[in-house]
């Protein structure tokens, strides 16, 4: 069937939009569950497949899964996963709160399987978002277009796939085979030869590109890695307990209450807590390595601060980088078979979101409280957004912290725009009833 209709389409399969799944089952009715369709992208269910490393391990509780938070009792919770599949009792004597990030992969293939009502389906690639109107011009729904030439209409839309990778534009002139990003780096240095020698770079000063340096390190033990990055030197994420209040579900409803400035502030003094660090295990493990480098005078890996690249090209089957010392203006020009990009991801909506809020005409990209985007028209149709929101939700809104509790916000609200909207509907109908003469 070229064209297919659900009441709610939920795009992304990662762990924001499973929290939704989760939320439709325990919370919504059965028919919204059930005419419910979750799509995703993958052929699998992965989290950070980009970056799933055997060792490395998540920053956050495993309570903050896609349910607890919201109903510790369900029977999709973290703690149940762990019990079905028979490794409760080693978690717990593992003495951390902490899963390693394959854990939580894990888990949430377990959550996907584990849906009774909700569909899933993996292998589908969103490429379009238009809105759907009737013979009156109402916006009553949403089409979805899919890169198999397939479209799904719905009522309700959910957008929960991530934010866009960030290329800078300095690399725009190497190829694709020169340059991994490191959401895709799993994928892509699996296809490498192990025997790969030469040097290869590291661009940024954040966990993902901590986490290549040191997987790179066994991914391809005959290079000299060589780690670039803007600032001083490499710095821990601020993960005290006091900061760690902010990441509340609570929190939300006093950040989006506060003044524009107060959240300015606020995002200013928690950006340590999530962006441009590392996490404090990961440091020491990388210094001890460098310094085992160095003590064993092998000298394959280089950590070089302050180097801004302010050209890339490709000669001769590599990439060449132009470096600029930021201390003293000195440029210089470095050789590399690979550029491994630890840029983070584009800050503002992604590119499906901004192209349907263009399709709308809206002049910006804003949610209520419910993470509904605001339309400049009534309608019977509603699109949420997760993951997406920092600005007015805070920092903890692309993150796990908040999974569950807003999942119950979206579920809750997409309930009450429902019963609405039937409302409504009865209401016109009884003003356009024929008078009835007794």
């Not at 389409?9 to 939320?23: D, T």
């Not at 003495?95 to 849906?115: C, F």
């Not at 200013?268 to 441009?276: G, I, K, Q």
């Not at 796990?400 to 979206?410: E, G, K, T």
Request: net charge neutral.
């Amino acid at each position: 069937m070229k064209n297919r209709e659900v009441e709610l389409l939920a795009i992304g399969g990662g762990p924001a939009n499973l929290a939704l799944a989760v939320a439709l089952e325990e919370l919504g009715s059965t028919d919204l569950a059930a005419s419910s369709l979750v799509v995703e992208r993958s052929q699998t269910i992965q989290w950070q497949q980009g970056l799933l490393m055997p060792w490395a391990k998540s920053q956050v509780s495993f309570l903050k899964d896609v349910v607890t938070l919201r109903d510790p009792r369900s029977r999709f919770s973290f703690l149940n996963y762990l019990h079905t599949v028979g490794r409760l009792d080693d978690f717990v004597n593992l003495g951390s709160s902490t899963p390693h990030r394959i854990e939580i992969s894990g888990y949430l293939r377990w959550v996907a399987n584990s849906l009774s009502k909700v569909r899933l389906e993996l292998g589908r690639t969103c490429t379009s978002i238009e809105p759907r109107r009737d013979e009156r011009g109402t916006l009553i729904g949403w089409v979805a277009g899919f890169d198999d030439g397939t479209s799904v209409s719905s009522r309700y839309l959910v957008i929960g796939a991530g934010r866009d990778p960030y290329v800078p534009p300095v690399f725009a002139g190497l190829s694709a085979d020169r340059v991994i990003h490191s959401t895709l780096y799993r994928s892509r240095v699996a296809g490498l030869s192990r025997e790969l020698a030469g040097q290869v770079a590291v661009v940024g000063s954040a966990e993902s590109a901590a986490e290549m340096f040191q997987a790179l390190q066994e991914d391809l033990p005959n290079c000299d890695l060589v780690w670039l990055m803007r600032s001083i030197g490499l710095k821990k994420y601020d993960t005290n307990k006091f900061v760690n209040e902010l990441f509340y579900p609570s929190f939300v409803d006093e950040f989006f209450a506060a003044r524009p400035e107060a959240r300015a502030q606020i995002l200013a003094e928690m950006h340590r807590t999530n962006y441009s660090g590392v996490a404090a295990g990961l440091l020491d493990s990388l210094y001890c390595d460098l310094y085992l480098d160095r003590l064993t005078s092998r000298n394959r890996k280089r950590v070089v601060t302050m180097a801004e690249v302010t050209a890339a090209t490709e000669q001769g089957g590599q990439a060449v980088l132009e470096l600029t010392d930021r201390r003293t203006g000195a440029v210089s020009e470095q050789r590399f078979e690979l550029v491994c990009l630890g840029t983070g991801f584009v800050r503002e909506p992604p590119a499906l979101i901004r192209k349907l809020a263009t399709s709308l005409g809206l002049d910006q990209v804003a949610v209520s409280r419910q993470y509904r985007l605001i339309l400049d028209e009534p309608s019977p149709a509603a699109c949420y957004l997760q993951g997406v929101n920092e600005a007015t939700h805070g920092i903890a809104d692309s993150l796990l912290s908040v999974l569950a509790p807003r999942a119950a916000d979206i579920t809750q609200d997409i309930l009450s725009h429902r019963r609405q909207a039937i409302d409504d509907h009865h209401s016109a109908a009884g003003r356009f009833e024929p008078e009835i003469h007794r």
